[in-house]
């Protein structure tokens, strides 16, 4: 398994929006499903900052996931450029992988 994490810093007054995009039932999430090594999507807030946001995609690989943004990339700037109205900032802070 293959789990990347960022972190959002949301503006003010977007933060409904923003969970209703980057949601395990979002935008982002319907995108990554068009792949069958996508596994999900989880959304966490940060309770000592509250428009601060992260989240947790879950593929079967690495591989997996940058055979995926190859296959949609186009696609993965289009929703990327459309949502960055939404943040302050975003930031991959991580990557993990699952030991065998």
Do not use: N
């Not at 409904?16 to 982002?28: A, C, I, K, Q």
């Not at 999430?29 to 807030?45: G, I, K, N, S, V």
């Not at 000592?48 to 079967?60: E, G, K, N, Q």
């Amino acid at each position: 398994m293959f789990v990347i994490l960022w972190e959002y810093e949301v503006k003010p007054g977007c933060e409904e929006r923003f969970v209703t995009v980057y949601g395990p039932e979002g935008d982002w999430a319907r995108l990554f499903q068009t792949d069958p090594h996508y596994l999900e999507t989880r959304l966490l807030r940060d309770t000592s900052r509250p428009r601060c946001y992260f989240t947790l995609d879950f593929w079967d690989s690495e591989k997996a996931f940058e055979q995926y943004k190859i296959a949609y990339a186009a696609a993965y700037a289009e929703l990327d450029r459309a949502t960055e109205g939404l943040t302050v900032s975003e930031c991959r802070l991580a990557a993990f992988v699952q030991p065998v």
